[in-house]
């Protein structure tokens, strides 16, 4: 495992809603954040893998605080094995664990299925968090970090995991392009066959299904979708570019998702307006 970044405390510690960061005594957590009960979401398993003992037993103890049932693995076959025995609702996934890395562990667990992922990482290695994206994550965080954020992150993830509800109102199917989408069963189809969305990128689609014609800043989709108000934007554009890669005839070259420079992206529904020089090019 690679050495933990050096330990930043915050003020009154992570008991007291600080940061969780590397080796030491294990804090007694403090209280769960508050959430407003009409969101809360219905309390699920979470399985925490991670090697470092302070991290998890942390981690572990705000979201069993929030209302979860948690599992701990502390290497990549003891994770696989308690997701063969009883397959959670989410996994909080730390990257650098010893002989199987996370990359592999999240591979192996997406081979089931689908499965919710937030990533740990101690790496300010963009290239890593981007990979950590490519390789269906649903969200990541970095060490140092706040057991308070996480906690919210991992209610963020689970609440749109499990929004099956179609909302009053609003169309059963989203249509267009060739695209439908099944807001209740999370399926997508384009020309009839079927695309293997993960949560994010699902929810991505439909968001920009429903305002085609319409630019949105990588800020604005952040929000909209992820449900965020800061993050790093990188996550927006990787998630447009996987999307790219399975809705678009040419990723290259897209006609649907289109780069408007200088603002975000747009989604075109045929027959669109020609391409401009604002639009046009991936990101």
């Known amino acids: 495992m690679q050495p933990a970044l050096p330990a930043r405390p915050a003020p009154g510690g ?54 979860y049932d948690v599992a701990r693995a502390a290497d990549g076959p003891a994770a696989l094995e308690c997701f063969a025995r009883r397959r959670p609702d989410l996994v909080v996934l730390d990257l650098m664990l010893p002989g199987m890395d996370g990359f592999e562990v999240c591979r192996r667990m997406r081979a089931h ?25 649903d969200d990541y965080v970095t060490k140092p970090f706040s057991p308070r954020e996480l ?14 509800a179609v ?8 249509e267009g392009a060739g695209l439908v989408l099944e807001p209740a069963a999370r399926r997508a189809t384009r020309d009839g066959r079927v695309l293997a969305l993960t949560l994010r990128e699902f929810d991505l689609l439909a968001f920009l299904l429903r305002h085609p014609g319409r630019a949105f800043t990588r800020e604005e989709l952040m929000s909209e979708v992820w449900g965020w108000d800061f993050g790093d934007l990188s996550t927006v554009t ?3 570019r996987r999307l790219r890669g399975k809705v678009e005839a040419d990723p290259a070259r897209p006609e649907l998702i289109r780069t408007v420079w200088g603002v975000g992206y747009r989604l075109d529904l045929p027959p669109g307006p020609p391409a401009d020089a604002s639009s046009g090019e991936p990101a």
């Open 14 to 67: 992570p008991e007291a809603g600080g940061e969780v960061s590397g080796p030491g005594p294990a804090p007694v957590p403090g209280p769960a954040p508050s959430r407003d009960p009409a969101t809360a979401p219905v309390p699920g398993h979470v399985l925490v893998v991670d090697d470092d003992p302070t991290v998890s037993e942390v981690v572990a103890g705000y979201l069993t605080r929030a209302g």
């Open 113 to 137: 299925g689908r499965v919710p992922v937030i990533m740990l990482t101690a790496r300010g290695d963009e290239d890593d968090r981007v990979l950590g994206l490519e390789t269906g994550a």
């Open 151 to 164: 906690v919210l992150r991992v209610d963020s993830v689970l609440r749109r995991a499990g929004a099956a």
């Open 167 to 174: 909302p009053a109102g609003r169309p059963a199917l989203i």
């Open 238 to 240: 990787v998630h447009v």
